[in-house]
Protein backbone atom coordinates (compact mmCIF):
# COMPACT_ATOMS: atom_id res chain seq x y z
CA UNK A 1 0.00 0.00 0.00
CA UNK A 2 1.57 3.92 -0.74
CA UNK A 3 1.71 6.29 2.12
CA UNK A 4 -1.53 8.13 1.65
CA UNK A 5 0.25 11.19 2.90
CA UNK A 6 1.88 11.44 -0.46
CA UNK A 7 -0.60 10.82 -2.55
CA UNK A 8 -1.48 14.43 -3.35
CA UNK A 9 2.41 15.87 -3.42
CA UNK A 10 1.73 17.48 -6.67
CA UNK A 11 -0.77 19.74 -5.27
CA UNK A 12 1.24 20.89 -2.52
CA UNK A 13 2.49 24.51 -2.22
CA UNK A 14 4.83 23.82 0.40
CA UNK A 15 7.53 20.97 1.13
CA UNK A 16 6.45 18.21 3.68
CA UNK A 17 8.52 17.14 6.50
CA UNK A 18 7.95 13.84 8.39
CA UNK A 19 7.82 14.65 11.56
CA UNK A 20 5.97 13.56 14.64
CA UNK A 21 3.94 16.09 16.30
CA UNK A 22 1.25 16.27 19.23
CA UNK A 23 -1.82 17.20 18.04
CA UNK A 24 -5.11 18.53 19.05
CA UNK A 25 -8.04 18.19 16.27
CA UNK A 26 -10.83 20.73 17.46
CA UNK A 27 -14.34 19.64 15.83
CA UNK A 28 -17.49 21.09 16.81
CA UNK A 29 -19.79 19.66 19.67
CA UNK A 30 -16.67 17.01 20.56
CA UNK A 31 -13.86 16.75 22.92
CA UNK A 32 -10.55 17.03 21.01
CA UNK A 33 -8.89 14.25 19.49
CA UNK A 34 -5.49 13.99 20.66
CA UNK A 35 -3.43 12.07 17.57
CA UNK A 36 -0.25 12.77 16.09
CA UNK A 37 1.18 13.75 12.66
CA UNK A 38 3.26 11.72 10.38
CA UNK A 39 4.70 15.23 8.47
CA UNK A 40 3.75 18.58 8.90
CA UNK A 41 4.27 21.48 6.31
CA UNK A 42 3.17 25.44 6.72
CA UNK A 43 0.23 24.40 4.22
CA UNK A 44 -1.09 21.17 6.15
CA UNK A 45 -0.74 18.42 8.16
CA UNK A 46 -1.20 14.40 7.63
CA UNK A 47 -2.83 13.13 10.93
CA UNK A 48 -2.34 9.70 11.51
CA UNK A 49 -6.03 8.30 13.50
CA UNK A 50 -8.17 5.48 13.40
CA UNK A 51 -11.22 7.82 13.94
CA UNK A 52 -11.26 9.71 10.74
CA UNK A 53 -12.97 12.55 9.29
CA UNK A 54 -15.14 13.20 6.44
CA UNK A 55 -13.48 15.20 3.54
CA UNK A 56 -14.72 19.06 4.00
CA UNK A 57 -15.04 18.78 7.76
CA UNK A 58 -13.70 22.44 9.07
CA UNK A 59 -11.92 22.08 12.51
CA UNK A 60 -9.14 23.94 14.53
CA UNK A 61 -5.67 22.04 14.93
CA UNK A 62 -3.46 22.66 17.86
CA UNK A 63 0.01 22.11 17.42
CA UNK A 64 2.47 21.25 20.20
CA UNK A 65 5.87 22.29 19.08
CA UNK A 66 8.50 22.27 21.52
CA UNK A 67 6.15 22.86 24.35
CA UNK A 68 4.32 25.82 22.63
CA UNK A 69 0.78 25.22 21.44
CA UNK A 70 -0.13 26.88 18.13
CA UNK A 71 -3.92 27.16 16.87
CA UNK A 72 -4.62 26.90 13.25
CA UNK A 73 -7.76 27.13 11.16
CA UNK A 74 -7.94 24.07 8.71
CA UNK A 75 -10.03 21.73 6.77
CA UNK A 76 -9.88 17.99 6.34
CA UNK A 77 -8.88 17.24 2.32
CA UNK A 78 -8.74 13.37 2.19
CA UNK A 79 -9.88 10.32 4.58
CA UNK A 80 -8.32 7.10 4.35
CA UNK A 81 -10.66 5.30 7.13
CA UNK A 82 -8.47 3.83 9.82
CA UNK A 83 -5.50 5.49 8.35
CA UNK A 84 -5.70 8.94 9.09
CA UNK A 85 -6.78 12.30 7.54
CA UNK A 86 -4.90 14.84 4.94
CA UNK A 87 -5.90 18.02 6.87
CA UNK A 88 -4.75 21.41 4.75
CA UNK A 89 -4.41 24.87 6.97
CA UNK A 90 -6.49 27.52 5.96
CA UNK A 91 -5.38 30.80 8.18
CA UNK A 92 -3.00 31.11 11.41
CA UNK A 93 -1.94 33.98 13.03
CA UNK A 94 1.42 35.77 11.81
CA UNK A 95 3.06 34.49 14.97
CA UNK A 96 2.48 31.18 14.97
CA UNK A 97 2.82 30.75 11.14
CA UNK A 98 6.65 31.66 11.83
CA UNK A 99 6.77 29.35 14.73
CA UNK A 100 5.34 26.44 12.60
CA UNK A 101 8.11 28.07 9.77
CA UNK A 102 11.11 28.12 12.83
CA UNK A 103 10.08 24.24 13.87
CA UNK A 104 10.00 22.95 10.20
CA UNK A 105 13.44 24.79 9.03
CA UNK A 106 14.93 23.61 12.32
CA UNK A 107 14.02 19.92 11.39
CA UNK A 108 14.98 20.04 7.80
CA UNK A 109 18.59 21.44 9.36
CA UNK A 110 18.97 18.11 11.07
CA UNK A 111 18.44 15.74 8.21
Same mark, same amino acid.
Given at each position: ?? *? %? ?9 ? /???? $??? &?? !????? *??? /????? +???? #? ?6 ? +????? /?? @? +? ?8 ? @? ?8 ? $???? %? &???? @? ?6 ? %?????? $?? @??? !? #??? *? #? *?
Amino acid at each position: MT *D %PSQTHADRRAY /PRTK $VSV &QT !ELHLP *DRD /PLIEQ +TSDL #SLGGCYVK +TMVTI /PV @G +TKLNVGLWLE @GEKVMISAMV $VTCY %P &QVGN @GIQFLAMP %PADRNR $VR @GFL !E #SRR *D #S *D
